[in-house]
């Protein structure tokens, strides 16, 4: 099997077929568009909460070159979710049978959330910028696909985040938590290095997109900084609405 098919390949192999056809009866579930009306921004504390109860097939928002109301350019959303069933993981730009689109190359990552909200962290889990050759579609299933052997294997709270080819997030010092994600098919482990910062480079963002999900709700989300204005550190479990 080839490294860059290997995805693909792996998700449409008998057993992965069986979790996704189990995971088709709700796919007629909500979906998130909160982007659309308050820009999802991209940091921990920051992103925007997926606070809407029962399971989220998808979330749908823009990217774009133009500048922000408080400034800065909107090159990444980044999503606060909670994970159900890590078995059925699923984050998809791809299309075809995945489902999910973007009007650009788009690149996903998938982030571990730790801490309190308010000062809460993103560990670097797994990130692919193309599904398989020839796609600018991205794809993203339960396990890294890069020879690590890492697989998400743990539900609980997660950070989502979308953005267009060149657009890549930095840990501490500078280093970037993947490097280039320039093999396709490959999904690679960011070794839980921690979220700092953002870089842009190559293409402008610029688009719409709609981001496939299985496993994931919303259930249960904080909104990610809201508490550390509030003070309120151990309301953390009951607020399941805010924004």
Not at 135 to 160: K, M, N, Q, R
């Amino acid at each position: 099997m080839s490294q860059r098919h290997s995805l693909a390949s792996l998700l449409l192999s008998a057993s992965a077929v069986a979790l996704f056809a189990a995971s088709a009866a709700s796919a007629h579930g909500p979906s998130w568009e909160g982007d659309l009306l308050d820009d999802a921004k991209d940091k921990p504390n920051t992103a925007q909460g997926v606070t809407t109860g029962g399971p989220i097939t998808s979330i749908t928002g823009t990217l774009g070159s133009y500048p922000l109301a408080g400034g800065g350019v909107d090159f990444v959303d980044m999503y606060l979710i909670r994970l159900e069933n890590p078995g059925v993981l699923k984050i998809s730009t791809f299309g075809n049978s995945f489902g999910g689109s973007a009007a650009f190359d788009s690149q996903l990552f998938l982030f571990r959330a730790t801490g309190a909200p308010g000062s809460m962290k993103a560990l670097g889990l797994l990130a692919n910028n193309d599904g398989d050759d020839g796609s600018t579609g991205s794809l993203i299933g339960p396990a890294a696909t890069d020879g690590s052997g890492f697989i998400v294997d743990a539900p609980g709270l997660y950070f989502i985040a979308i953005a267009a080819f060149g657009v890549n997030p930095f840990t501490t010092g500078g280093d970037p938590i993947w490097g280039a994600l320039n093999v396709p098919g490959q999904v690679r482990f960011g070794n839980q290095a921690e979220l700092v910062d953002w870089a842009a480079g190559g293409q402008s963002p610029g688009g719409s997109y709609t981001i496939s999900i299985a496993g994931f709700s919303g259930n249960a989300v904080p909104a990610p900084g809201a508490l550390a204005l509030l003070g309120l550190g151990g309301l953390a479990g009951r607020l399941k609405r805010r924004r």
